[in-house]
């Protein structure tokens, strides 16, 4: 071949268009069908009921189908709350910011979908349960963000005589409107394999149902609700920075509908963004505590016995404080870190404070020690008599840490935290009304004890998967819509780096309506 043949032939291989593998025709066998329906729901947590629930009131039959024992996901585990604006535009506004600073991308058609239908996230609520109420209990994570008073947080009340609470009060209220009232098939124990495809058309899906694998037709859609990857080792150590992560949620969080959703062909997003505490991690139980400081003399420090933050950070991003590389020593010198307070503090409460949500105290039934008595027996929290001593036992250089006690001391007692501007006092709102105390930093005690327990990352959950448009369609890498496949909740979340509370449960709550009603709307391909 000519050098003039070869680079006529190159440029018009290059003024082709481009043609994505998954839009090549392919064989489709259809398989003997053992189930079938209009609308395949996959999960059944705030997110899969939402869609079931708008599915079914649009006309469409659904069954749900759940991977674990019982449903609920994180929603049932969480504390319960839902962020609806108070006001459209100003929440848009709020919102976007988020994602600005953080340098996370964002679909600004899908957060005015998703600020629109959450104007009516309260009636549909309270339409979910007869004699319910809802109030107010927290407002904007980020106060120094402008239009943050755009942004409240909503949860339901108990009712007197009921000791249910928080997210298992929303997800109650939730499979109330599913089982009791539409009469939804919910299948348990029943784990999305694989979507079944004829070109580039989803018809159904491969579900291993108590050991047997399952052909389930779904005629209109199907609806990914599975969750995020916590519990996927492997996926975190793919898609983010940090180690030895623990999680806080449902152990059903492994990944599953990332994996379906790939093999469609789609696009995915917000993989590395985490709604991560910092918290500690207890022997013998599956899942970790958040940590919540009830008193105000305490502060964190790294590996090397040193402050390296605001410790006051909204506490979903406190991953964000942590997961830095060294890479001269080679390691992450803040993971673990540890929490240093003293007998005060000790005294005042549960250094995980009054936090109701996590898969320990909603499922494991883990009850933290009011004093802290247990978890020093257990080894969670280390005591010593001197600062010195407390330094030999974590493992930090001596002349550091009592360092960094001398100057936390001096300048909180003269008013102001020189170092990191960590407030003294509580001024305005905050995400947890109720839950803060007015004193935010205080000295420690000139004497011991003191103490200290190891701070590692502990997932809420995972906010990456497939790209899904205003409608809830899943997109490929090109913004194609992927033919009746829809997606809700953390599985492909519409946040980025920077999350605040009670957005997951709204997010699950609004784009699994969505998506349910739009994947209703489908015309039935048999």
């Not at 008595?373 to 001593?389: D, F, L, Q, R």
Request: hydrophobic letters at 40%; aromatic letters at 10%.
């Amino acid at each position: 071949m000519s050098k003039r043949s070869f680079l006529r032939g190159a440029v018009l291989a290059a003024a082709a268009p481009l043609v994505p593998a998954a839009a090549s025709a392919k064989s489709f066998s259809e398989p003997k069908w053992d189930r079938e329906t209009d609308v395949v729901v996959l999960g059944y947590g705030g997110a899969g009921a939402a869609a079931a629930i708008s599915a079914h009131d649009a006309g469409a039959s659904v069954v749900i189908f759940e991977k674990l024992a019982e449903g609920g996901g994180n929603t049932a585990v969480s504390s319960g709350g839902v962020m609806i604006p108070n006001n459209e535009e100003r929440a848009f506004q709020y919102l976007a910011k988020t994602y600005s600073f953080a340098n996370s991308e964002i679909d600004e058609e899908q957060l005015r979908a998703f600020v629109k239908e959450s104007m009516k996230t309260k009636e549909f609520l309270l339409s979910l349960a007869p004699d319910q109420k809802v109030y107010v209990y927290g407002y904007a994570g980020f106060q120094n963000i402008p239009e943050q008073d755009a942004i409240e947080k909503w949860r339901f009340r108990t009712p007197k005589g009921q000791k249910t609470r928080g997210g298992d009060m929303l997800f109650n209220n939730y499979r109330y409107a599913v089982e009791t009232v539409r009469k939804i098939p919910v299948v348990y124990n029943a784990r999305g394999l694989e979507l079944i495809r004829e070109n580039d058309e989803v018809k159904g899906v491969w579900v291993e149902i108590e050991g047997r694998r399952e052909a389930v037709k779904a005629r209109r859609a199907v609806i990914l609700a599975t969750g995020g990857y916590e519990f996927d080792q492997t996926m975190l150590s793919n898609y983010t920075m940090g180690k030895d992560f623990h999680q806080l949620g449902a152990p059903g969080n492994t990944g599953d509908g990332v994996r379906m959703a790939q093999a469609a062909g789609a696009d995915l997003w917000h993989m590395n963004a985490l709604s991560c505490p910092l918290g500690l991690v207890v022997p013998g139980l599956k899942t970790a505590f958040q940590i919540n400081m009830l008193a105000a003399s305490w502060f964190y420090v790294d590996q090397d016995g040193k402050r390296f933050g605001n410790e006051k950070a909204d506490n979903h991003t406190g991953v964000y404080t942590v997961n830095v590389l060294d890479p001269i020593k080679h390691r992450y010198p803040r993971i673990p870190c540890y929490v240093i307070f003293d007998e005060k503090a000790r005294q005042r409460g549960p250094i995980v404070g009054g936090a109701t949500s996590g898969w320990a105290i909603n499922r494991e039934g883990y009850r933290w020690s009011r004093d802290n008595s247990a978890e020093i027996e257990k080894g969670v929290i280390v005591s010593a008599p001197t600062i010195e001593a407390l330094a030999k036992k974590i493992g930090v250089p001596e002349e550091n840490l009592r360092a960094t006690l001398e100057v936390w001391n001096k300048d909180i007692a003269a008013g102001e935290d020189k170092a990191f501007g960590r407030p003294i006092q509580k001024k305005g709102k905050s995400s947890f009304e109720g839950r803060e105390a007015p004193l935010i930093s205080a000295p420690l005690d000139a004497n011991g004890p003191y103490y200290a327990a190891k701070l590692v990352p502990t997932l809420l959950n995972t906010q990456g998967g497939p790209r899904r448009n205003q409608l809830g369609q899943v997109l490929d890498p090109f913004r194609r819509p992927i033919a009746r496949l829809y997606s809700a909740g953390e599985l492909g979340s519409m946040w980025g780096h920077i999350y605040q509370g009670a957005c997951n449960n709204a997010e699950a709550c609004v784009f699994g309506r969505i998506a349910g009603r739009t994947a209703a709307a489908e015309k039935p391909w048999g």
